[in-house]
Antibody
Framework: QITLKESGPTLVKPTQTLTLTCTFS??????????VGWIRQPPGKALEWLAL???????RYSPSLKSRLTITKDTSKNQVVLTMTNMDPVDTATYYC???????????????WGQGTLVTVSS | QSALTQPASVSGSPGQSITISCTGT?????????VSWYQQHPGKAPKLMIY???NRPSGVSNRFSGSKSGNTASLTISGLQAEDEADYYC?????????FGTGTKVTVL
């Protein structure tokens, strides 16, 4: 059974750096084809993809946020960490991590999601 | 990359069929067969309903079906039920990563 859970601060100040951790079980990020992504959703708004990391440490970032994002993995701890620098109130959102489904070495969808964690950016 | 375009709302009566469109470009929807659809109930995490344009994950009702023509993908819900009332998002792989749709609120009348 695949499960994921996000953890991190619920409140950050503008200009600070946000660090979120996704702790998962039921799969290994050392298995070929596996990926874990981050997606966020501002209150009342649509989903927005942020970043993805593959089992082989290949990393992909949203072009519009690439300069602010870093995604890393710790295979031994079954964790994926996302950092986002220079936080702004517009970054207030629920942040989700999700397991990537891949049928041909490429993640084409996100089939298991964490419950999400609401991060508020305010002074 | 711009969000994929979906109608803001679609409604139907129980038992009816509805279709939600998802319009992108040749760089996303039209260029890859990696279109997926997600259902999201209020306060809940999204749930994968369709992947790779038309495939249903195990456990998803066969009332949900997906298709694609050119730069537009579609999700059809047949035999609409009260529990189908939710927000729906499409998503597509792109050369830059992934892009989600603007979201559609489905109301069961």
């Amino acid at each position: 059974q695949i499960t994921l859970k996000e953890s991190g601060p619920t409140l950050v100040k503008p200009t600070q750096t946000l660090t979120l951790t996704c702790t998962f079980s039921g799969f290994s990020l050392s298995t070929s084809g596996v990926g874990v992504g981050w997606i966020r959703q501002p209150p009342g708004k649509a989903l927005e993809w942020l970043a993805l990391i593959y089992w082989n440490d290949d990393k992909r970032y949203s072009p519009s946020l690439k300069s602010r994002l870093t995604i890393t993995k710790d295979t031994s701890k079954n964790q994926v960490v996302l950092t986002m620098t220079n936080m702004d109130p517009v970054d207030t959102a629920t942040y989700y991590c999700a397991h990537g489904y891949s049928s041909s070495w490429l993640v084409g969808a996100f089939d298991y999601w964490g419950q999400g964690t609401l991060v508020t950016v305010s002074s | 990359q711009s969000a994929l375009t979906q109608p803001a709302s679609v409604s139907g009566s129980p038992g009816q069929s509805i279709t939600i469109s998802c319009t992108g470009t040749s760089s996303d929807v039209g260029g890859y067969n990696y279109v997926s659809w997600y259902q999201q109930h209020p306060g809940k995490a999204p749930k994968l309903m369709i992947y790779e344009v038309s495939n249903r994950p195990s456990g998803v009702s066969n009332r949900f079906s997906g298709s694609k023509s050119g730069n537009t993908a579609s999700l059809t819900i047949s035999g609409l039920q009260a529990e189908d009332e939710a927000d729906y998002y499409c998503s597509s792989y792109t050369s830059s990563g992934y892009v989600f749709g603007t979201g559609t609120k489905v109301t069961v009348l």
